[in-house]
């Protein structure tokens, strides 16, 4: 157990339609990533926040957005959603959001849109 | 042309032996390199982690970076069938951005 927990586990939805996926760091973490795995892809870079802020934006669609609270939680939204959407979402900790600072990996939320 | 090149396998090997894996990759300015254990489709787990060039050990496992041939390689000794899980390597150019490989399938067979 990594100490990061997502909800939820799994996702079924249908085009269209907008879920939100949310994260919990390791406590004491103050940096958020989220990530998009699908089988042809695999692990892509979507987004980074530090303490509340924006720090760092990779292949996120503009349907897509995130935030994370002053608690440090984070969500991730997408919205009008496409079947190439389906894949597993992952969310990382990590302390203070330098590389070789250790990223801890939550389960993942996995995503089905029929 | 992807920033990261990894082969996705799979690799079978028996137990004990010598897995070689390997990633190249484009952008010069990746200075910050992992390796990642990710079993069954779970969160991926941090194996490795080097700066720069050079080689790192850690018990069974060794990392190797050649920037002067954009190329890493992460080698596991006396392989283990708790070994089989599929293999990322990760880079960074700023410490924030990170690009993934695409895997590696290993299965080490008893």
């Known amino acids: 157990d990594s100490g990061v927990t997502q909800t939820p586990k799994h996702l079924i939805t249908a085009t269209g339609q907008r879920v939100t996926l949310r994260c919990s760091p390791r406590s004491g973490d103050l940096s958020v990533y989220w990530y998009q795995q699908s089988l042809d892809q695999g692990l892509q870079f979507l987004i980074q926040?530090?303490?509340?802020?924006?720090?760092a934006k990779g292949n996120i669609l503009e349907r897509f957005s995130a935030q994370q609270f002053p608690d440090l939680h984070s969500e991730l939204n997408l919205s009008s959603l496409e079947l190439g959407d389906s894949a597993l979402y992952f969310c990382?900790?990590?302390?203070?959001?330098?590389?070789?600072?250790?990223?801890?990996f939550g389960p993942g939320t996995r995503l089905l849109v029929l | 042309q992807k920033e990261v090149e990894q082969d996705p396998g799979p690799l079978s090997v028996p137990e004990g032996a010598i897995v070689s894996l390997n990633c190249t990759y484009s952008?010069?300015?990746?200075?910050?390199f992992m390796w990642y254990r990710q079993y069954s489709r779970k969160g991926p787990e941090l194996l490795m982690y080097?700066?720069?060039?050079g080689n790192k050990e850690d018990g069974r496992f060794t990392a190797q970076v050649d920037k002067s041939s954009k190329y890493i390689s992460l080698f596991i000794r006396d392989s283990q069938p708790s070994d089989s899980a599929t293999y990322l390597c990760?880079?960074?150019?700023?410490?924030?951005?990170?690009?993934f490989g695409t895997g590696t399938s290993l299965t080490v067979i008893p």
């Open positions: 990382a900790s990590s302390q203070l959001g330098l590389a070789g600072g250790t990223q801890y």
């Open positions: 990760a880079m960074s150019a700023t410490g924030n951005q990170f690009y």
């Open positions: 926040y530090y303490n509340g802020e924006e720090r």
């Open positions: 080097t700066y720069s060039s």
């Open positions: 952008n010069s300015a990746f200075q910050y």
